[in-house]
DNA sequence: GTAAAAATACCCTTTAGTGGGTATTGCGTA
DNA sequence: TACGCAATACCCACTAAAGGGTATTTTTAC
């Protein structure tokens, strides 16, 4: 019996990109590709998959709430969040969610391959040159964050707001409450000085706080 | 007559996964893969081509020696480099060489796509968030603001939210009645499909909106 | 161990933004 | 000249954000 294998990504090269490649390893790959989240919800919903690959930014949406609301369908599946997004807090929040890999989309095909043969286990999966902690960029080593003292959770919700997100989305996202949300970006505003997203924005972009 | 497209590339994960999605496109289009960079001149010699889509890297070669050698035959074709090598040298070089496009890997799909069927044109044209000193292409022939039809005032209003004006702000600033700024706010929301002035940002630096 | 800082979460009011309309004027152009 | 479009401006209702508090728990640092 063919594995079953589901992918869901907006972005349409990588979609068949992986595709074809798995199709070519030879291995007996029955594979579905979404880019709409919403047709991938209805297919795992009414059919059982072994390998579920999913990105994090689907039509603008977070791949989190799909895998939240899937959990049930996707107990004997073996999920892979496959994003450009390597961030730690979203490596940390997969691990919780439950997840079994977390790779960046830079991963070398025989990588993906080993993941999605090791099968469903109880053990969590990141890429092998990940440094927990201490990523690339230290948060807090940031001149602009040591100048203006904000907190790395600050500088989190900084970033979603960037990526267009309201404050009940980010509240979705980080699992914390819409008042904690607001509350973080009265504090923001405080300490940059400033009295809207649009500065806060502007801020991020010529402090280069996105990294 | 369907559209004759030369795709070399020895990254066989994007070569399928761009040939699958032109393949997908609707549009009739006559993909020839190559993997091999010789077997891929000798096509392009006795073969004309609408677009050339090549990669810099080819069997740890370069790209650019065979965009020169090929000069003659494909001078009518719109070659479109398409590398993981972003660089600012090479996309001087590129231009400088008569190529049409300068694409990275990771170009969403429709703009690959609006570059193969804008045609060959005196414009050379590189990726969106390309940032750099002087532009490279010119305001109105942006594909961007001609695909979403931004008109001039709707541009200017962008530009003053980007920096991190209110719309009592602009109004003041245009000389226009807070309403106006309002209406075309919500017009360029219904143009963009968002719904909210990060997101609006987040467009804006992403397709060089604010030359 | 304790104090500071960060993260959480709520109260409140006010202001700004979003989105559905409609409508007028003027300017190119087919 | 009639059409479309851009730019102007208003109505309405609703939602989101801003900014003022206070307060708890958790984490980090000394």
């Known amino acids: ?66 895998l939240e609301e899937l959990k049930f369908q996707l107990k004997n599946t073996k999920t892979i969040i496959l994003t450009a997004y390597y961030e730690d807090f979203l490596i940390q929040k ?43 960029y230290s948060t807090m080593d940031n001149p602009i964050i040591n100048k203006f003292r904000i907190s790395k959770q600050e500088k989190e919700i900084i970033k979603l707001i960037i990526k267009g997100l309201t404050s009940k989305e980010i509240a979705d996202v980080l699992f914390i409450s819409i008042t904690t949300v607001t509350t973080h970006r009265k504090n923001i505003h405080r300490k940059l000085e400033i009295s809207n997203s649009s500065s806060l924005i502007k801020f991020a972009h010529e402090n280069n706080l996105l990294l």
């Open 1 to 66: 019996m063919p594995k079953q294998i589901v992918i869901c990504d907006d972005h349409l090269l990588f979609l068949n990109g992986i595709s074809e490649l798995l199709k070519n390893t030879g291995n007996n790959y029955c594979i579905h590709k979404f880019s709409d989240v919403h047709a991938c919800r209805q297919h795992l919903m009414q059919n059982a998959a072994d390998v579920f690959i999913c990105d994090l930014n689907i039509n603008h949406n977070d791949g989190f709430l799909l």
């Open 94 to 136: 997969a691990k919780k969610l439950g997840v079994d890999a977390f790779l960046k989309k830079e991963t070398p095909a025989e990588e993906l391959i080993e993941v999605i043969e090791s099968g469903k286990s109880k053990e969590f999966y990141t890429n092998k040159n990940y440094k927990q902690g201490n990523s690339v």
